[in-house]
Protein backbone atom coordinates (compact mmCIF):
# COMPACT_ATOMS: atom_id res chain seq x y z
CA UNK A 1 0.00 0.00 0.00
CA UNK A 2 1.33 3.59 -1.02
CA UNK A 3 0.87 6.42 1.14
CA UNK A 4 -1.93 8.04 -0.68
CA UNK A 5 -4.08 4.45 -0.17
CA UNK A 6 -2.91 4.28 3.66
CA UNK A 7 -4.03 8.10 3.97
CA UNK A 8 -7.43 7.29 2.18
CA UNK A 9 -7.66 4.16 4.63
CA UNK A 10 -6.34 6.64 7.82
CA UNK A 11 -9.59 8.99 7.10
CA UNK A 12 -11.91 6.07 6.28
CA UNK A 13 -11.10 4.79 9.79
CA UNK A 14 -11.17 7.95 11.37
CA UNK A 15 -14.73 8.03 10.55
CA UNK A 16 -15.51 4.61 11.89
CA UNK A 17 -13.85 5.06 15.23
CA UNK A 18 -15.22 8.91 15.40
CA UNK A 19 -11.10 9.80 16.18
CA UNK A 20 -8.70 12.94 15.55
CA UNK A 21 -5.07 13.12 14.90
CA UNK A 22 -3.41 15.35 17.02
CA UNK A 23 0.21 16.21 15.97
CA UNK A 24 3.62 17.75 17.27
CA UNK A 25 5.01 20.46 15.49
CA UNK A 26 8.63 18.46 14.92
CA UNK A 27 6.53 15.28 13.55
CA UNK A 28 7.25 14.26 9.71
CA UNK A 29 5.71 16.40 6.79
CA UNK A 30 3.39 13.62 5.70
CA UNK A 31 1.95 13.19 9.42
CA UNK A 32 1.49 17.27 10.09
CA UNK A 33 0.01 17.05 6.50
CA UNK A 34 -2.71 14.45 7.79
CA UNK A 35 -3.07 15.37 11.41
CA UNK A 36 -6.77 17.46 12.35
CA UNK A 37 -4.70 19.47 14.99
CA UNK A 38 -0.77 20.90 14.48
CA UNK A 39 0.74 22.68 18.12
CA UNK A 40 3.21 23.01 20.71
CA UNK A 41 3.04 21.15 23.99
CA UNK A 42 0.73 23.88 25.64
CA UNK A 43 -1.30 23.92 22.56
CA UNK A 44 -1.89 20.21 22.51
CA UNK A 45 -2.32 20.22 25.90
CA UNK A 46 -4.96 23.08 25.74
CA UNK A 47 -6.55 21.26 22.63
CA UNK A 48 -6.86 17.84 24.56
CA UNK A 49 -8.19 19.45 27.31
CA UNK A 50 -11.56 20.46 25.11
CA UNK A 51 -12.35 17.31 22.85
CA UNK A 52 -15.98 16.48 23.32
CA UNK A 53 -16.91 15.43 20.53
CA UNK A 54 -14.53 12.29 19.95
CA UNK A 55 -14.02 8.71 21.12
CA UNK A 56 -10.61 7.93 20.34
CA UNK A 57 -7.48 10.31 19.99
CA UNK A 58 -4.27 9.03 17.95
CA UNK A 59 -1.40 11.07 19.52
CA UNK A 60 1.42 12.07 17.23
CA UNK A 61 4.15 13.30 19.48
CA UNK A 62 5.99 11.73 22.29
CA UNK A 63 5.44 9.42 25.06
CA UNK A 64 4.67 12.66 27.72
CA UNK A 65 2.23 14.32 25.22
CA UNK A 66 0.08 11.45 24.44
CA UNK A 67 0.43 10.25 28.60
CA UNK A 68 -1.08 13.98 29.38
CA UNK A 69 -4.09 13.60 26.47
CA UNK A 70 -4.53 10.54 28.40
CA UNK A 71 -4.57 11.67 31.61
CA UNK A 72 -6.93 15.06 30.66
CA UNK A 73 -9.24 12.60 28.23
CA UNK A 74 -10.37 9.28 31.06
CA UNK A 75 -13.12 8.57 29.18
CA UNK A 76 -11.76 8.15 25.80
CA UNK A 77 -8.80 6.25 24.15
CA UNK A 78 -5.60 7.47 23.37
CA UNK A 79 -3.44 5.66 20.73
CA UNK A 80 0.34 6.16 19.66
CA UNK A 81 1.22 5.17 16.04
CA UNK A 82 4.44 4.17 18.19
CA UNK A 83 5.52 3.61 21.65
CA UNK A 84 8.87 3.53 21.06
CA UNK A 85 8.31 7.23 20.59
CA UNK A 86 9.51 7.89 23.90
CA UNK A 87 11.58 11.80 24.70
CA UNK A 88 14.85 10.72 26.90
CA UNK A 89 14.85 13.98 28.62
CA UNK A 90 11.50 13.12 30.13
CA UNK A 91 13.23 10.31 31.93
CA UNK A 92 16.09 12.26 33.24
CA UNK A 93 13.60 13.25 36.21
CA UNK A 94 12.30 10.46 37.92
CA UNK A 95 9.52 11.20 40.79
CA UNK A 96 11.91 9.32 43.10
CA UNK A 97 14.35 11.63 42.53
CA UNK A 98 11.79 14.45 42.95
CA UNK A 99 10.81 13.55 45.84
CA UNK A 100 14.71 14.16 47.13
CA UNK A 101 14.45 17.30 46.20
CA UNK A 102 11.77 17.81 47.50
CA UNK A 103 12.93 16.66 50.91
CA UNK A 104 16.05 18.54 50.75
CA UNK A 105 14.46 21.82 49.96
CA UNK A 106 10.83 21.52 51.67
CA UNK A 107 9.96 25.35 52.07
CA UNK A 108 10.41 25.43 47.51
CA UNK A 109 7.60 25.62 44.91
CA UNK A 110 7.74 22.92 42.49
CA UNK A 111 7.47 23.09 39.08
CA UNK A 112 8.03 20.15 36.20
CA UNK A 113 8.43 20.63 32.70
CA UNK A 114 5.95 19.39 30.56
CA UNK A 115 8.79 16.26 29.20
CA UNK A 116 7.80 14.33 32.47
CA UNK A 117 6.36 12.20 33.22
CA UNK A 118 2.68 10.98 34.88
CA UNK A 119 4.65 9.79 38.25
CA UNK A 120 6.39 13.16 37.94
CA UNK A 121 4.21 15.46 37.28
CA UNK A 122 1.83 13.97 40.26
CA UNK A 123 4.96 15.09 42.49
CA UNK A 124 4.53 18.97 41.59
CA UNK A 125 3.23 21.80 42.51
CA UNK A 126 2.31 22.46 38.45
CA UNK A 127 3.62 21.62 35.29
CA UNK A 128 4.80 24.45 32.82
CA UNK A 129 5.52 24.25 28.85
CA UNK A 130 8.77 26.10 27.71
CA UNK A 131 5.68 28.64 26.04
CA UNK A 132 4.46 29.78 29.67
CA UNK A 133 6.97 28.75 31.59
CA UNK A 134 7.41 32.50 32.82
CA UNK A 135 4.19 32.66 33.91
CA UNK A 136 3.94 29.25 35.70
CA UNK A 137 7.25 30.16 37.79
CA UNK A 138 5.29 34.36 38.57
CA UNK A 139 2.63 32.60 39.67
CA UNK A 140 3.85 30.93 42.44
CA UNK A 141 3.91 32.45 45.37
CA UNK A 142 7.45 30.52 46.87
CA UNK A 143 10.82 33.00 46.29
CA UNK A 144 12.79 29.75 45.67
CA UNK A 145 11.84 27.44 43.26
CA UNK A 146 13.18 23.63 42.08
CA UNK A 147 12.68 23.64 38.10
CA UNK A 148 13.55 20.23 35.98
CA UNK A 149 14.52 18.46 34.01
CA UNK A 150 15.44 21.36 31.37
CA UNK A 151 19.09 23.18 32.73
CA UNK A 152 18.77 25.67 30.07
CA UNK A 153 15.22 26.17 30.48
CA UNK A 154 15.50 26.96 34.13
CA UNK A 155 18.18 29.21 33.53
CA UNK A 156 16.10 31.14 30.82
CA UNK A 157 13.47 31.03 33.20
CA UNK A 158 15.85 32.15 35.90
CA UNK A 159 16.85 35.37 33.72
CA UNK A 160 13.48 36.15 32.89
CA UNK A 161 12.04 36.35 36.35
CA UNK A 162 15.63 37.50 38.55
CA UNK A 163 13.55 38.12 41.91
CA UNK A 164 12.96 34.77 42.63
CA UNK A 165 15.76 31.63 43.01
CA UNK A 166 15.34 28.72 40.15
CA UNK A 167 17.37 25.87 41.78
CA UNK A 168 17.20 22.91 38.47
CA UNK A 169 16.56 19.45 39.26
CA UNK A 170 18.92 17.56 38.03
CA UNK A 171 21.63 20.08 37.38
CA UNK A 172 22.64 19.03 34.07
CA UNK A 173 18.94 17.94 32.76
CA UNK A 174 18.38 18.58 29.47
CA UNK A 175 17.48 17.78 25.02
CA UNK A 176 20.31 15.93 23.50
CA UNK A 177 18.34 17.85 20.01
CA UNK A 178 18.84 21.24 21.65
CA UNK A 179 22.21 20.66 22.98
CA UNK A 180 23.88 20.22 20.00
CA UNK A 181 22.68 23.28 18.48
CA UNK A 182 26.05 25.48 18.76
CA UNK A 183 26.99 28.89 18.07
CA UNK A 184 29.38 27.58 14.75
CA UNK A 185 25.30 26.75 13.58
CA UNK A 186 24.96 30.26 14.35
CA UNK A 187 27.85 31.83 12.83
CA UNK A 188 27.62 29.38 9.85
CA UNK A 189 23.27 29.82 8.90
CA UNK A 190 23.82 33.88 9.72
CA UNK A 191 26.72 33.89 7.16
CA UNK A 192 24.29 32.20 4.49
CA UNK A 193 21.86 34.18 5.56
CA UNK A 194 22.13 37.57 6.90
CA UNK A 195 18.94 38.94 6.72
CA UNK A 196 17.15 36.69 8.58
CA UNK A 197 15.92 37.12 12.32
CA UNK A 198 17.19 34.28 14.52
CA UNK A 199 14.59 32.54 16.79
CA UNK A 200 15.95 29.78 19.19
CA UNK A 201 13.70 27.09 21.38
CA UNK A 202 15.18 28.16 24.91
CA UNK A 203 15.84 24.56 25.38
CA UNK A 204 19.22 25.75 23.74
CA UNK A 205 22.20 26.39 25.69
CA UNK A 206 22.72 29.54 27.25
CA UNK A 207 25.41 30.89 24.71
CA UNK A 208 22.68 30.30 21.67
CA UNK A 209 20.03 31.78 24.04
CA UNK A 210 22.14 34.86 24.41
CA UNK A 211 23.63 34.78 20.46
CA UNK A 212 19.79 34.72 19.48
CA UNK A 213 17.12 37.84 18.46
CA UNK A 214 14.23 35.77 19.77
CA UNK A 215 13.94 32.99 22.55
CA UNK A 216 10.91 31.20 21.75
CA UNK A 217 8.48 27.84 22.13
CA UNK A 218 7.84 26.29 18.68
CA UNK A 219 4.12 27.89 19.16
CA UNK A 220 6.24 31.23 19.70
CA UNK A 221 7.85 31.12 16.98
CA UNK A 222 4.69 30.28 14.60
CA UNK A 223 2.93 33.91 16.50
CA UNK A 224 6.53 35.94 15.98
CA UNK A 225 7.07 34.41 12.63
CA UNK A 226 3.64 35.69 11.27
CA UNK A 227 3.94 38.96 12.78
CA UNK A 228 7.35 39.95 11.67
CA UNK A 229 7.88 42.26 9.53
CA UNK A 230 11.21 40.18 8.38
CA UNK A 231 10.94 37.89 5.61
CA UNK A 232 13.41 35.45 6.27
CA UNK A 233 13.52 33.44 9.42
CA UNK A 234 16.68 31.11 10.87
CA UNK A 235 14.87 28.33 13.13
CA UNK A 236 16.75 27.19 15.99
CA UNK A 237 15.47 23.73 17.10
CA UNK A 238 13.93 20.86 15.35
CA UNK A 239 14.41 20.82 11.48
CA UNK A 240 10.79 20.12 10.97
CA UNK A 241 9.92 23.01 12.58
CA UNK A 242 10.42 24.44 9.33
CA UNK A 243 8.20 22.58 7.62
CA UNK A 244 5.31 23.78 9.48
CA UNK A 245 6.43 27.37 9.61
CA UNK A 246 6.84 27.32 5.99
CA UNK A 247 3.62 26.04 5.01
CA UNK A 248 1.61 28.71 7.18
CA UNK A 249 3.25 31.24 5.59
CA UNK A 250 4.49 30.39 2.08
CA UNK A 251 5.86 34.12 1.23
CA UNK A 252 8.41 33.87 3.89
CA UNK A 253 11.38 31.83 4.03
CA UNK A 254 12.01 29.59 6.61
CA UNK A 255 16.04 27.65 7.62
CA UNK A 256 16.73 25.04 9.96
CA UNK A 257 19.80 26.15 12.00
CA UNK A 258 21.06 23.23 10.90
CA UNK A 259 19.48 20.05 9.13
CA UNK A 260 21.06 17.47 11.05
CA UNK A 261 18.82 18.74 14.42
CA UNK A 262 16.89 15.76 14.39
CA UNK A 263 14.50 14.22 17.20
CA UNK A 264 14.61 10.59 16.43
CA UNK A 265 12.17 10.21 18.79
CA UNK A 266 9.82 12.29 16.98
CA UNK A 267 10.12 10.46 14.29
CA UNK A 268 9.55 7.09 15.21
CA UNK A 269 5.66 8.10 14.31
CA UNK A 270 4.85 7.16 10.91
CA UNK A 271 1.49 7.45 8.61
CA UNK A 272 1.76 3.52 8.72
CA UNK A 273 1.95 3.53 12.50
CA UNK A 274 -1.15 6.05 12.81
CA UNK A 275 -3.13 3.34 10.06
CA UNK A 276 -1.95 0.29 12.27
CA UNK A 277 -2.96 1.58 15.53
CA UNK A 278 -6.55 2.71 14.17
CA UNK A 279 -7.24 -0.42 12.24
CA UNK A 280 -6.08 -2.65 14.98
CA UNK A 281 -6.97 -0.28 17.94
CA UNK A 282 -3.24 -0.93 19.19
CA UNK A 283 -0.80 1.16 21.03
CA UNK A 284 -2.74 2.36 23.93
CA UNK A 285 -2.02 4.86 26.20
CA UNK A 286 -2.68 4.10 30.01
CA UNK A 287 -1.53 5.92 33.34
CA UNK A 288 -2.53 4.45 36.77
CA UNK A 289 -5.51 6.44 37.83
CA UNK A 290 -3.95 7.27 41.29
CA UNK A 291 -1.08 8.57 39.60
CA UNK A 292 -3.44 10.37 37.03
CA UNK A 293 -5.48 11.94 39.32
CA UNK A 294 -2.34 13.58 40.96
CA UNK A 295 -0.48 14.83 37.60
CA UNK A 296 -4.07 15.89 36.39
CA UNK A 297 -4.37 18.58 39.09
CA UNK A 298 -0.79 19.91 38.52
CA UNK A 299 -1.54 20.12 34.73
CA UNK A 300 -5.12 21.54 35.50
CA UNK A 301 -3.16 24.51 37.41
CA UNK A 302 -1.32 25.44 34.68
CA UNK A 303 -4.31 25.56 32.30
CA UNK A 304 -5.65 27.83 34.23
CA UNK A 305 -3.24 30.37 33.72
CA UNK A 306 -4.16 31.91 30.73
P1 LIG B 1 7.37 23.01 22.49
O1 LIG B 1 6.37 22.92 23.57
O2 LIG B 1 8.01 24.36 22.38
O3 LIG B 1 6.82 22.55 21.19
O4 LIG B 1 8.58 22.04 22.85
C1 LIG B 1 8.40 20.66 23.01
C2 LIG B 1 9.64 19.93 22.92
O5 LIG B 1 9.70 18.75 23.11
C3 LIG B 1 10.80 20.70 22.56
O6 LIG B 1 11.84 19.87 22.35
FE1 LIG C 1 12.44 15.34 23.87
FE2 LIG C 1 14.23 16.92 22.73
FE3 LIG C 1 12.77 15.31 21.23
FE4 LIG C 1 11.66 17.47 22.40
S1 LIG C 1 13.22 17.44 20.80
S2 LIG C 1 10.82 15.40 22.34
S3 LIG C 1 12.81 17.48 24.34
S4 LIG C 1 14.27 14.70 22.76
Known sequence: ???????????????????????????????????????????????????????????????????MAAILNPDKIVLVPSPAARCPMAAQLPADRLIEYKNKYPDAGVVVYVNTLAETKAEADIVCTSANAIKVVNSLPQKTVLFGPDANLARWVAINVPEKKIIPVPQDGGCYVHKKITLDDIEKSRREHPFAELMVH??????????????????????????????????????????????????????PINEKRICVQMKKNTVEGIYLSLKNMENKVSVKPEIADKAKKAIERMLEIK
Not at 203 to 214: H, I, N, S, T
Not at 241 to 250: A, E, G, H
Open 202 to 255: PECPPEVQDAADFVLSTGQMIEHAGQSNSKEFIVGTERDMTYRLQKLYPEKRFY
Open 1 to 67: MNTQEMVEKINKLKDERNAIILAHNYQVPEIQDIADFIGDSLELARKASGIKDKDVIVFCGVDFMAE
